[in-house]
């Protein structure tokens, strides 16, 4: 277990790391240093060998009520020290968005602003009866940047995220989920669900995870053309990995695979 700059993360043996976002009082209000620290660790933990997914959270019965507004008046005070304050923001999301390794965001109750772009910059969402999802930016007198923007439109639709901009409102979870704010509603408490899906995830051969990944996130965004030798390599070294001749193995001889990442 490591605990820095309101923020704790810890790593089972099954290779998933909890990332908890640790400021309950707050309801896990983000503030600048922890922005900043954000999009430090969720590379550090790409990086580590013994790290295969990442779930995101929030202590005390909340995912996140998004920026810290009290320290907006000094962090955030005019045009200058906001685009520095945006800058960290959007590094920290833009970190979840483009991390290598599959990544959950577990969203009990309020999910909003800035939480809930973190949230929509994991690759799957999973909900509870108590979540609450949406961005107050027409409320606060904020306009939503291109990579927050995107994040929406990737995911609602074009109605449903105009829809979530013009209202500023939190919607209720059954909303969350018809909107797809929300990719699985759990009958329990979100974090125990999305610790099974991480499970799940996690004995499966990393190669491979990363490489539908990549696929997947350049086909949505346009890039496949551009990025088409650098996928073949990828399915390639996949094919050419000792994962790969283990999990044939393993499907032969009717057990689990054990995969290394190799």
């Not at 320290?71 to 999301?93: L, M, Q």
């Not at 990579?147 to 439109?153: E, G, N, S, V, Y």
Request: aromatic content about 4%; overall charge neutral.
């Amino acid at each position: 277990m490591e605990t820095a700059e309101n923020i704790v993360v810890g790593v089972e043996e099954s290779g998933v790391a909890t990332i908890t976002l640790n400021r309950p009082a707050k309801r896990n209000a983000v503030s600048l240093t922890m922005w900043r620290r954000l999009a430090e660790l969720v590379p550090e933990l790409a990086q580590r060998e013994g790290v295969r997914v990442l779930i995101l959270t929030g202590a005390g019965g909340h995912f996140c009520a998004g920026a810290d507004i009290s320290e907006f008046a000094t962090a955030r005070a005019d045009a200058t020290s906001g685009r520095i304050y945006e800058v960290a923001n959007e590094a920290a999301t833009a970190a979840l968005r483009d991390c290598r390794k599959p990544t959950i965001a577990a969203v009990s109750g309020y999910g909003m602003g800035g939480g809930c772009a973190l949230a929509l910059a994991c690759d799957l969402r999973v909900g509870d009866a108590t979540t609450r999802m949406g961005v107050p930016a027409a409320r606060l007198g904020v306009v939503y940047g291109e990579l927050d923007c995107a994040l929406l439109l990737r995911q609602l639709g074009l109605a449903n995220a105009k829809r979530v901009l013009l209202t500023g409102r939190a919607f209720d979870a059954g909303e969350c989920a018809a909107m797809r704010l929300i990719d699985i509603m759990a009958p329990g408490p979100a974090l125990a669900a999305a610790r099974v899906l991480a499970d799940e995830i996690a004995g499966n051969a990393p190669l491979s995870l990363y490489g539908s990944k990549l696929v997947l996130e350049a086909l949505a965004d346009g890039t496949f053309p551009a990025r088409r030798a650098e996928i073949a390599a990828v399915i390639e070294g996949a094919m050419n990995s000792a994962d790969y001749r283990e999990g044939a193995r393993a499907f032969l001889e009717k057990r689990k695979p054990v995969f290394e990442g190799r």
